[in-house]
C-alpha cells in the first residue's frame, strides 16, 4: 500500500460502527400486527397505552379488593403488593399463637419507618409469649377481636379489611397483622421515622419570644402548636396529598372561632389536586393559591409555631406537611407579610416604629433604583444644583449609560446574595461582606460604575433583608426590576403608572375569597392590627374580613383597675 493509500485512509477514518442502542425495538414490537397474524388468530393484541396516562393509584394489580379469609391468600397478595422478596425494605415475620390447635399469623412491617423494639416488646411478645388463648377454633372472629382487646397493648389499633389500606398504614409506619381465618387485618401504630430534634428558628428570629422552631415530623409540629393552644375546640384533620409519596396533611383551625365556609374551601381545594408528588408547602401553595402568577404569595409560610398559633386564634387555617420545618396559614393579606412575631413582644411603640420601618423598606426596594433612573435620565432639573454637578462628576469617567450601570450592580449583588446562600455556612457571611466591599470599589476605581449608585444599590439590598416574609421580599425585588424599566422609558410618569397598575392588581386579589388589600380596600371594621398596632388592650375585636364565629377576642374592661371608685 503506497503512503498516498495509507494517508487517504486515516482522512477517511470514521471511527468503529455505531452500536445498537440498548433499548431499541425488536422486529416483533415495531410490527405487532404482522407477527400476531403469523403466530395466529388468538394470540392477544397488545393494548395500546391511553393518551390521558395510568392513575398513579393503578399501577399495580390488586391480586384482591378485599382482605380474604385465606392466611396464604393475604400472604401472597402483600408479596406481590411489596414486590417481596426483592424490595428488602418490607419485612415479613410469620408465627404462631398459643391456641390449640396453634393458629398461623404473620405480620408485616417496612423497615426504617417502624420502632423494630415497639413492635417486639409490645406485638410479638404478647402475641406469641404472655397469650393463651384457648379460643374455639371454629370461631376465628371472635378470635380476632379477643387478641384486639387483650394483647395488643398499644394506644391506637383499628381494624382494617381492604388491601388498600393495608398499604396506606405500612407505607406510614405501622404494623399490620394478618390472623388465618379472620377477613380482617389489625394495623397498629409503630412508627419509628428519624427526625432531628426541635432547634431555634433561623429565618424568623426574634429577641424576646419563643424561640422554637417546627422540624420535619408532623406530630412534633402539631405538638408545638398544641402546646401552645390548650384548648378542646383546636381541631387537626388529616387529608393524604401525593399519589406516590403519600405525604400527610394536616389541617388545624379552631372550631368555635373558623369559618366553615373557609375550611371547607381549603379542604376541597387540598382534596382535589391530583400530583404524584408533593413534599413541602411551596408545592401545595401552587396548587391551592387564587393567583398563581402573581409574585406576592397569597399564604404566610412561617418556621414558628407561635405564629400559628396566633393566626389560628384570628380565626384562620393552618396547613402542616409532613417532613417540612414550616406551616403554611391561609388567608392572608398583604399587610400580613409585613408583619413579625416580634411587633407583638415589644411594646406596642416601638412595633408600631418597626412596621413604618417595614413599609418604608418596601417603597424603597421597588423605586429607589428606577427613582434614580428617572432623575438621571429626565428629571435632573428637581434636584439641587450641587447634587447635578457631583452626579455629573461622578458619571464622567463612566462610559455606560445610567441603566446599563444600573443593572449591571444589581446582577452583581443578587449573584453575591445567591452565592451566599449557596456555599458553606462559615464562608457564607464572609463571602457576601468580603464581595460586596471587593466587588463595589474595583468597580468605582476601573470607572464602570458611579459611586452614588453603589449607595443606591446598598441600600435597595438592605431594605430588601428588612421586609420579613421571604417569599414576599423576593416578589418586591423583582418588581424593582419592571419600575426601572418603566423609569428608562417613561421617568417619573412610567414610576406612577406602574405603581397605579400594581395597586390595582393588589386589590383585585384574593387569597381563599378574602380580599388580599382588606381591610382597606374594600373598607371594613377598622382594626387595631393592621398598620398601625393599638395597645394589646385596645385590641377588642378580630378582623372582621374573615368573618369569624366569635368576633370579640376580649373584654373592654380589661384595665377596669384603673377606674376610679
Known sequence: MSLKEIAQKILDYNGPPAESFVLEETDKEKNPQANAKAEGDNTEQPKKPSKKGRSAHAQKEKVFQDIQSSLEKNLDCVRALFFVPLNADVVIREFSLPNEPPVKAFLVILEGATDGQMVNEFILQPLMLLSNLNSEQKNKLHLCKKVLQKYLPSNKIKEITKFSEVIK???????????????????????????????????EQVVQGPQEAFVEDLRSNTSLVRKIIRNENLVTEFITVGARNNNNAALMYLKDLANPQLVA??????????????????????????????????????ERPDRVASMLVEAKVAILL?????????????????????????????????????????????????????????????????????????????????????????????????????????????????????????????????????????????????????????????????????????????????????????ISMKSFGIPFFAPIAPRTAPSADVIVRLPVWKQQFRPDYLQPKDSKRQENSNRAWTRRK
Open 265 to 302: 374551601e381549603v379542604k376541597k381545594r387540598i382534596s382535589a389536586i391530583k400530583v404524584d408528588y408533593i413534599p413541602e408547602p411551596g408545592i401545595l401553595e401552587e396548587l391551592i393559591e387564587d393567583h398563581p402568577l402573581s409574585l406576592l404569595p397569597q399564604s404566610i409560610v412561617t
Open 169 to 203: 398504614e405500612v407505607v406510614q409506619g405501622s404494623t399490620v397483622i394478618f390472623l388465618d381465618g379472620n377477613p380482617l387485618g389489625i394495623a397498629v401504630e409503630t412508627k419509628g421515622f428519624q427526625h432531628r430534634g426541635i432547634e431555634t428558628a433561623k429565618n
Open 322 to 506: 409532613d417532613n417540612s420545618p414550616v406551616a403554611m396559614v391561609v388567608p392572608a393579606t398583604v399587610f400580613d407579610l409585613l408583619h413579625s412575631p416580634e411587633d407583638h413582644y415589644v411594646r406596642f411603640s416601638y412595633g408600631l416604629w418597626l412596621r413604618i420601618i417595614r413599609i418604608t423598606a418596601v417603597f424603597l426596594t421597588m423605586v429607589l433604583p428606577a427613582f434614580y433612573v428617572a432623575i438621571a435620565t429626565f428629571h435632573q432639573e428637581m434636584i439641587p444644583t450641587d447634587l447635578v454637578l457631583s452626579i455629573a462628576a461622578a458619571k464622567e469617567q463612566v462610559p455606560f449609560p445610567t441603566i446599563v450601570e444600573l443593572l449591571l450592580m444589581e446582577l452583581s449583588f443578587e449573584l453575591i446574595r445567591e452565592a451566599g446562600v449557596r456555599v458553606p455556612g462559615v464562608i457564607g457571611p464572609t463571602l457576601g461582606i468580603v464581595g460586596t466591599l471587593i466587588l463595589g470599589q474595583a468597580a468605582v476605581a476601573a470607572s464602570i460604575v458611579s459611586p452614588i449608585l453603589i449607595i443606591i444599590v446598598a441600600v435597595t439590598g438592605l431594605a430588601s433583608y428588612v421586609i420579613p416574609d421571604y417569599a414576599a421580599s423576593f416578589g418586591f425585588r423583582f418588581m424593582r426590576f419592571f419600575f426601572v424599566g418603566l423609569a428608562a422609558f417613561l421617568g417619573f410618569f412610567g414610576i406612577s403608572t406602574g405603581l397605579f397598575a400594581l395597586l390595582g392588581i393588589l
